[in-house]
């Protein structure tokens, strides 16, 4: 009996979403792409307002309080549009995402884009240094686990991908920040910024994009850019480690089923360099299906992390939208939920892009 | 005891012959193959090992354990380990540790039990059903796979919990359905490369029904694939459901549930690491063994990482 | 260019920069070191509860401590003595009936805006709590005044004159204590106004926005991030730091380390198994403030097991108070067995009960159940609370009750509760105005215990417990005039209630601060107040 082997999109991450490789068959039919993503947004919408409806935490008393009569809480109920038929109050929300209103958030009395507006570009910040971390460590080894694959380099690069794997994240955060920040004092501790610079930030710095790390630099406040990036460090480094496992997993496999094809032999016979051959030749073939999984655990990465984001006090969006869940916070979970998905399905829809212009095959 | 040593022989060869006599003896040879190519990893049968060993203590967690594991004793709290025979010491309200991590690996095993059982089984039906079948069934299925895929996994299990109050049971249910729609695309994949195949139109020709073909000539080829990719999601379910229980939303106090643990423990972290360190370190062996022991088992299976 | 820093300690920072290939690529971090800036408070707590900064809405602690910082009543709190003093009304007077009260506010007084102080702001704050109509308001609406009747009821006839003519003749010192609450904040009218939309009297401005005469200004809120107070100069007393950074952090072991590393100058919410080590500290040192809050559990009068009133006591003597108090929660709880917290008029500081199994197994005998029962406790999802529930557990085994934990968010456990759905369930009161009457109309005072009563914000209805002894006890001592009468009968209905209610009050809380050795004045605001940043001085920062 042949065992099948397994297509790219089962050898997704555990704990991240997977399958990411089947978007580009559907994508590829290019005219009913735009549709298939408007569907798809819609169904998120309608799902996301139908989920936050059905929770049962009481949206009022987390505004009104312990303390508040029958009387006061009626009336916020009714404030918040709560009286009205389900159907009715979706049309009235989809409407009103539809020109850009989310509503108010009943935690932040603010509007929920503009608390998302802030917490997006925390959490973008910290994704996008952790895939770029995976990136850069996690290609080279696996591409060297490959070349040395069943020798100690491979296992070495194994168990440390797999512990990556492993380790509950929140655990792996506390021990972090005891040992480099606590006890070390390598790392700038939780939070984005020190006091001092988060007092320039707030007075120095003009906030174009609300991603410090960008702003600090575009202003030429680079100690504010500095303590910024040593306050990232330490969470980037602990989400880092996961997609790096992920990353390096990946290309080992990716490299191995490159380095079995007929043309590395014939490079090998032509004389052509091993590290070309190895670097140049196989990496740039596994480079394709590469991009999907990179683009996967950075979409993951983006949904936030609630876990991490506690344990560095990061004001980011998985921390943003749990606490409106728990609160019964419905515009915040709507807003903050579809921002994430919208993200989610515009990376997939950009990596097909890259797939596409990188992989002659597929256009 | 000697009249042993030849008959092993004997099953050795039978195991490793190169002509099968029958279809068992096929799968027995296949089976053979793929267990001592496992066990040919020092890795592999160490991660074997680590779930052997969750497997003995969570049977026999009550023999194993010093204590109670809800036996309190607030006097002699915060303990470290070795002190007055706990162990690894005691938690914050003078619990054994060691006594509660051993009962705790029946929580963490039975989650991963059933996240196993039914996530993978839901993705399986939908995968096969959308790929079977194609056109419209397939796009709303596939459609709805994606939405699920695009929503924050954790809010989802969140909501869930949230609606239905928090609890072990809960928890569960809202990891598998969260963690089905990657199964339902590899299945979906798998049945499309197989639905075009002799074997399928034959089996139509001989007039079964579409749920007998999905379900008896279907499923069984994505199987394989399913399998491995379950061991390999059992560390993720594991820690999806400890990171419910550091949230408060998975098992309820005062049930020993190594999340939880975790998250009671990190108040005293820098005085008594010890408490959120250890459920820390069998919450990593645990999961480790399962990846350790999926990855030899993708190694065997999948031709593509293969030894050359 | 920063003003704020100093440049040091690049090597050690640096470090794991170039440990990491990635960052190496980036350009390595400049490291600073940790310090606070000399002219800026920087506090640590968690200010998650945060969710509107209008004296009119505002309800929750953090809330409650900015708005202590940015507006000024015209009664306050010293923060030295704790005491209700004159603030921005110099003086009052009461007429003859006891229903009119006029204050003369005080002169030269003006807004950070730069607009005076007057009267008519006075008057537009009241009307403007009243009508808006949100959680607190009832600290005002206790006294008659109606979104329809306040107009004529809270006048302002010249700018230095405020009148108030309530429903009723009040003890004077009621009314005065809880004009101390910040919901009687004086906001300035004009700049309030130009922010108004439609009907929401400029709440929704105020809730992210200041407009007082305090000692600061709100600079910035980001919610679960930080609120920057910046120092108002037009505030008649000197103000030491120019700023506060109060700082959302939720680990108590995330605060400590922050503390010790000398980034945050106050962290409040600190853990009792770090407490000793703070203290210890080369740089840090702990400052423990008893506080309002009471911590109780009470069982539902609906259930009929609870009803029975020999069951109730029988917990009460089943509770390990000392056992607890020296454990999971020293230095964050003391023990306190009566509804009205020390620090406020009449409060007992008698404890009846400790841990006595034999009495209480013979008290259950009595009701019924010699076997014990199974019960269920109600609590949020919260660490110490989970603490609690299980060392109750623990010590309500040893009486034969079976007590499960059902562990739920916040507003759903609030929501059960106000539903009076619960069994048994593990809750804190803290006082919303320094007078007894806060607590008293709450655990000892039900005006009617049927469902459709509805007095939702009511703990005895919540319990379903008549109180039919002490409700008009409490109705007699709002009005009474005599100080040391109303005393005794608040004592009185302080030791009814430890007898017969369903409320096993345990503890009133104490806030363990963790503080940076050379900060000094900071005030938590002790059973009656919120915190006070403005009489913070900081070594090397005199005051101006």
Redesign the interface.
Known sequence: ?T?????P??I????????GL?FPR?LRRSATTFG?LL??LF??LL??FL??R??????V?????????????E?ARVALGLGRPLWEQFIAYAGDVLTGDFG???????PVLQ?VA?AFPATLELAT?AT??GV??GIPAGVVGATH??RWPD?LI??VG??G????????G??A??V???Q?????????L???????Y?F?VTPYTGSILLDSALSG????F??A??HL?LPA?VL?YFSLAYIA?MT??FM??Q??QEYVTAARVKGVSEARVVWVHALGNAAVPLITVVALSYATLL??S??TE??F?W?GI??????A????DFNA?LGG?FV??VA??LLNFLSDLLYRIVDPRAR | MTSLAPEKTDLRAWLNSDTPRSRGHARAIALWGALSDLARNPLTVFGALLILALLLTAAFAPLIATHAPDAQNLAGRLQPPGWNGHLLGTDELGRDIFSRIVHGSRVTLSVVAIVALTAPLFGLLIGTVAGTLGGWTDRVLMRFTDIVLAFPRLVLALAFVAARGPSIENAVIAIALTAWPPYARVARAEALTVRRSDYIAAARLGGASTPRIILFHVVPMCLSSVIVRVTLDMAGIILTAAGLGFLGLGAQPPLAEWGAMISSGRQFLLTNPWVATIPGIAILLVSLGFNLLGDGLRDVLDPRSARR | MSTFARRTGTASRLALGTALAALALLGAAPAVLAETPADTLVIANGIDDLISLDPAQAFEFSGLDQINNIYETLVEIDPATLQPVPGLAESWTVSEDGQTFTFKIRQGRVFASGNPVTAKDAAFSIQRAVRLNQSPAFILTQFGLTPENVEQTVTAPDDQTLVLKLDRPYAPTFVTNALTAEVGSVVDMQTVMEHVEGEDFGNAWLSVNSAGSGPYMLRAWKPNESVILEANPNFDRPVPLKRVFVRHVVEPATQRLLLENGDVDIARNIAPTDIDAIEAGPNTHMQTELRGQIYYLSGNQKNEILAKPQVMEAIKYLIDYEGMANTIVKGTNQVHQSFLPQGFLGAITDKPYAQNVEKAKQLLAEAGYPQGFAIEILIRNEQERIDIAQALQGALAQGGIQASIRQTTGAEALSIFRARNHQLTLQTWGPDYPDPNTNASVFAANADNTDEGQLTGNLAWRNAYPATETTPMVAEAVVEKDEAKRRALYEEMQRISQKSSPFAIMFQRSEPAGIRDGVEGFKAGGAVSSAFYWTVTKGGAAAQ
């Open positions: 009996m065992v099948p082997g397994p297509s999109a089962e997704a991450p555990p704990g991240a979403p997977g399958g089947a559907i298939t569907v798809t169904g998120l799902a996301t989920i936050a059905v929770v049962p935490i009481d949206p008393l987390a505004i009104v309080g312990d303390r508040a009569t029958q009387a006061q809480y009336a108010r958030s009943t935690l932040t009395s603010r608390d802030g240094l770029l971390l850069l460590v694959q069943g296992q194994r168990v797999l512990l794997y492993s380790v509950p994240v929140f655990w792996l506390l021990v920040l005891l480099f920040y606590g070390l004092g390598w790392t700038a501790g939780p939070g984005r020190d006091t001092a610079f988060e007092l320039s707030e120095d406040a680079w100690d504010v500095g303590n990036l040593s460090v480094c880092g997993r080992r496999s191995l089923e380095l079995g949904e936030g609630v876990l506690t344990i006090a004001p998985g921390l943003y939208v749990t606490n869940l728990f609160a019964g979970v939920t994430v998905g989610f399905i």
